[in-house]
């Protein structure tokens, strides 16, 4: 196994906190890639479109997928559209009304709400975690992590990272008096206040106390 160095820094702002949806835990494919965009419905196609892009590709999924049900799951909240974090292959075979078609093969975030592709910290970002009542969140960049509670001061925190196997990860710190376990793990997850989907869980554990919710992988890791 391997750990990587303790990191010490300074206090950042916390960014923004999503959740999570879980994908299958293969390797990505070379023929793949990570993109972000919008995704929206048009009768009944899905129709996505790359962040700061006007080209549209068309979402090619069975019409029974978990896909299309978490889809018209957060469509049918009143959003118009959705903020999706996504692997997979685009075709710029054409298609009527549209630049081509999108063959997902992966999904690490659908959400409703949020700010998607204004996101301007997500290139930076290692990874992002977060769970209500009570509720908490954390961020973790090049730069350090970062423990927010409502009430208290955001803490910047040293840390040690374990990687385990099925893409599995542990981040502990031991600092400032307190104990903090960060647990992750490959598996489908709502979030149980915004309705947001992303690909892994997260528990926390907090000098004795769990609080569970869910994350996801920032763009600085891909895996």
Known sequence: MRFSRPLCYALIPLLASCQVYTGKPDSPDLNTSRMQGEIS????ELLFRPCKEQRKFLIEAPADSDLRNDIA???GDGNQKLFADLRGQLHSAS????DGQLIPTEIYRLQGEGHGCNDINFSRTILRASGNEPGWAIAVSNQGLILNRPGKEAQALPYLEEQLPEGRLN?????????????IAKQRCVDNMS???SNMTA???LDGEVLRGCAYLGGARDK
Request: aromatic share 4%; glycine share 10%.
């Open 171 to 183: 981040l502990s710190s031991e600092a400032n008096g307190e104990r903090l376990d960060l647990w």
């Open 195 to 197: 309705g947001a989907i």
């Open 203 to 205: 528990e926390l554990r």
């Open 73 to 75: 799951s957060l469509l």
């Open 95 to 98: 298609q009527a009304g549209t």
């Open 41 to 44: 419905q048009n009768a009944d």
